[in-house]
């Protein structure tokens, strides 16, 4: 069975404080591993696709990487507007159903 | 262009009675998924849409969850009986294979927020 797990559970930064959001994950094989943000009352908004280990993406402040165990999304000097959970979620290889499974979210909070 | 819209937004409804929930996906999309979040929780798959036909329920908790997709367009999640534990947030997503790629994101739609009282 694929499993996700996020770590931390919520993470409080100062405004211009890096860090960096875990993604664990267990899967048969990886078609791909994906990141989405979601902020309260709306669905998960892409942020990026990850397929083998060793890639590397970036969107502003943000940096997703992949490992074959792990994902990292790194956080570089952060603003009050990147508050947010951030989900992670693998997408198994074989078979037709490119179903996601998610993890249960790392709640960022970043303070002015 | 306009992405995926789920309609209604909330829906509050007593136990025991039939409640439909509707998804419009983008544009050309072919493949439509529902999943459900729980507070505090990650979406979980319930089906998944290719075309008109489900290609896969495995995620539908029990037989009084049913979803159709009659024009492999619009789709309409259907909830029988319902029970004060199927309230949750109902999302629906929704994607097109790219010719040349073997890979796909899902754009979701903003959701309809169940509860049964």
């Known amino acids: 069975e694929d499993q996700v797990t996020q770590s931390p559970e919520a993470l409080r930064l100062q405004e211009g404080e890096s860090s960096s959001l875990n993604c664990s994950y267990t899967?048969?094989?990886?078609?791909?591993l994906f990141w989405y943000r979601q902020d309260p009352g709306k669905g998960p908004e892409f942020l990026f696709t990850l397929y083998s280990a060793g890639e590397e993406k970036e969107k502003e402040r943000l940096k997703a990487t992949l490992t074959k165990k792990e994902s990292f999304l790194h956080i570089t000097a952060p603003k009050p507007e990147d508050s947010a959970t951030y989900l992670c979620a693998v997408q198994a290889s074989g078979g037709s159903n490119y179903k996601l499974t998610f993890g249960k979210g790392t709640l960022l909070t970043v303070n002015p | 262009g306009a992405g995926v819209s789920q309609t209604p937004s909330n829906k509050v409804t007593e136990k025991g009675k039939y409640v439909e929930l509707r998804c419009d996906p983008i544009s050309g999309h072919t493949a439509l998924y529902w999943y459900r979040q729980s507070l505090g929780q990650g979406p979980e798959f319930l089906i998944y849409?290719?075309?008109?036909?489900?290609?896969?329920d495995s995620g539908l908790p029990n037989d009084r969850f049913f979803a159709v997709r009659p024009e492999g367009s619009v789709s309409t999640l259907k909830i029988q009986r319902t029970e004060r534990g199927d309230s949750a947030v109902y999302l629906c997503?929704?994607?097109?294979?790219?010719?040349?790629?073997?890979?796909?994101?899902?754009?979701f739609g903003p959701g309809t927020r169940l509860t049964v009282l």
């Open positions: 899967v048969s094989g990886l078609r791909g």
């Open positions: 997503a929704s994607s097109q294979r790219l010719l040349g790629t073997p890979y796909n994101e899902q754009f």
């Open positions: 849409f290719q075309g008109t036909g489900a290609a896969d």
